[in-house]
C-alpha cells in the first residue's frame, strides 16, 4: 500500500497537467487568438496552433454533431490521461521512481490520451468514416508527442513531491 500514494500523486499531478493544456490552450479565446495571430509557415506558430488542437466551444457556426465531438474530444484527452496515467504502472513501479521512465510514462500517455480521443470522436462527427478516424488518431498523437512533455514534467514532479 506504500506506492499507492505516490502512484496516485503521479497520475493527479499528470492529470492536472492535462486539464490545464486543455481549459487554458483549449479554450476558444486562445483558439481564435492562435488562428488569427500565429502563422503556421513557421515553426513557432505550428506550435501555437497545436496547443489549441483539443478545443471546446460553447457556440459555433458548425452543426451541433462536430461541436459535440469537438467538446467530447477535449474531455477525453483529460480523462483518458488519467486512465492511461493509472495503466502504466510499470514505470511506477520499477527501481528508477522518479526518473526519466516517469517522464517518459507521462509523455507517452499523453501522446495515447490524444491518439484514442481523436479516434473515438472522429466516428461521432458529421459523416463519419474509418479513414477520417484514423487520420484524425494521427493528429491527435501529433497533438500529444509535442505537448505531452509538458504532461511528463509534471508527472515526475508528482513523484518528487512525496519521497
Given at each position: 500500500?506504500a506506492?499507492?500514494?505516490?502512484?496516485?500523486?503521479?497520475?493527479g499531478?499528470?492529470?492536472?497537467a492535462?486539464?490545464?493544456?486543455?481549459?487554458i490552450?483549449?479554450?476558444?479565446?486562445?483558439?481564435?487568438?492562435?488562428?488569427a495571430n500565429a502563422?503556421?509557415g513557421?515553426?513557432?506558430g505550428?506550435?501555437?496552433?497545436?496547443?489549441?488542437w483539443p478545443?471546446?466551444r460553447f457556440?459555433?457556426?458548425?452543426s451541433?454533431?462536430?461541436?459535440i465531438?469537438?467538446?467530447?474530444r477535449?474531455?477525453?484527452?483529460v480523462?483518458?490521461?488519467?486512465?492511461?496515467?493509472?495503466?502504466?504502472?510499470g514505470s511506477?513501479?520499477a527501481?528508477?521512481?522518479?526518473?526519466?521512465?516517469?517522464?517518459f510514462?507521462?509523455?507517452?500517455?499523453y501522446?495515447f490520451?490524444?491518439?484514442?480521443?481523436a479516434l473515438?470522436?472522429?466516428?461521432?462527427?458529421t459523416?463519419?468514416?474509418l479513414?477520417?478516424?484514423?487520420?484524425?488518431?494521427?493528429?491527435?498523437a501529433?497533438y500529444g508527442?509535442?505537448?505531452?512533455?509538458?504532461?511528463?514534467i509534471?508527472?515526475l514532479g508528482?513523484?518528487?513531491?512525496r519521497r
Amino acid at each position: 500500500m506504500a506506492l499507492t500514494n505516490r502512484y496516485k500523486t503521479a497520475t493527479g499531478a499528470g492529470t492536472i497537467a492535462a486539464l490545464l493544456l486543455v481549459l487554458i490552450f483549449g479554450s476558444p479565446w486562445y483558439a481564435d487568438w492562435a488562428e488569427a495571430n500565429a502563422d503556421p509557415g513557421t515553426a513557432g506558430g505550428w506550435f501555437l496552433q497545436l496547443l489549441a488542437w483539443p478545443s471546446w466551444r460553447f457556440d459555433s457556426d458548425a452543426s451541433i454533431q462536430d461541436l459535440i465531438a469537438a467538446d467530447l474530444r477535449a474531455i477525453l484527452v483529460v480523462a483518458f490521461t488519467a486512465l492511461f496515467l493509472f495503466l502504466l504502472p510499470g514505470s511506477q513501479l520499477a527501481r528508477a521512481r522518479g526518473t526519466v521512465s516517469q517522464f517518459f510514462a507521462g509523455w507517452a500517455a499523453y501522446v495515447f490520451a490524444g491518439a484514442f480521443a481523436a479516434l473515438l470522436t472522429a466516428l461521432v462527427q458529421t459523416n463519419p468514416s474509418l479513414l477520417g478516424a484514423f487520420e484524425a488518431a494521427g493528429s491527435g498523437a501529433r497533438y500529444g508527442f509535442f505537448v505531452g512533455w509538458v504532461v511528463g514534467i509534471a508527472t515526475l514532479g508528482g513523484w518528487r513531491g512525496r519521497r
